[in-house]
Structure formats: structure tokens, C-alpha cells
């Protein structure tokens, strides 16, 4: 048998309804992917503009984003675990200092294009 990478040391030879790595290992490998998904959720909710009052296109837009940390958590599962943490202390990090910037700046929500207008 070939090694052709991805998940599929993960999702197959499950010996009655066990991983073959046993679950404690496995559960330990799936650990950095979901706090990866969580910290994206989290990221995304703090840093994403309120979607009230905006056009359908934008709200069309989030609702596609949403979707995105799983799509990361998926791609940390075959990917080596030290981008998986690069990942998530690049996701912390980054948001931080968003976070930080618009607090500094005194700006909970960034100005509509409405607003910049005027």
C-alpha cells in the first residue's frame, strides 16, 4: 500500500468501531484542528462588520465566510501539525492586534461607504 497522504490514516482500518490509532491518540491528533475552527469562528465574528442595513451581496458575501473555518479546519487535518499551529497563533495574533488597533483608534465598526461620502 502506497502512502498518498491526506486523511485516510485517519479514516480507515477502524477495528470495531475504533481508530486504528485508538481513540485517545486520534482524539489528541483532532484537537489542534478544532481549536483551529474555533479560533477562526471567533476571529471572524469579532472582526466581521454588522450585517445590518447592508446590501444582499454583502450578506451573501458572510454567509459564504461562515463556512471558511471548517474549510481550514479540513486542510489542518492533512496538513503537517506545525502549520495547523502556525495557523492558529498567526489567527491569534493578527486578530489581536486588529482588535487592539481599532480600540487605539476609537473604532468599533469600520465607516459606511454612505458615510464616506458625505
Known sequence: HEDEG???????NWVNGAPSLGWHDTLCYLTL???LVVSQSLSMRLLSPPM???DPQVQQTQQVLKFLPLLIGWFSLSAPAGLGLY???NNII???????LKAALGM???PKA???AA
Request: net charge negative; charged share 15%.
Open 52 to 54: 445590518e442595513d447592508a
Open 6 to 12: 491526506g486523511i485516510g490514516w485517519l479514516t480507515d
Open 114 to 116: 454612505s458615510d464616506k
Open 94 to 100: 493578527t486578530t489581536g492586534q486588529s482588535v487592539a
Open 87 to 89: 495557523w492558529f497563533f
Open 108 to 110: 468599533s465598526n469600520p
Open 33 to 35: 484542528p478544532v481549536i
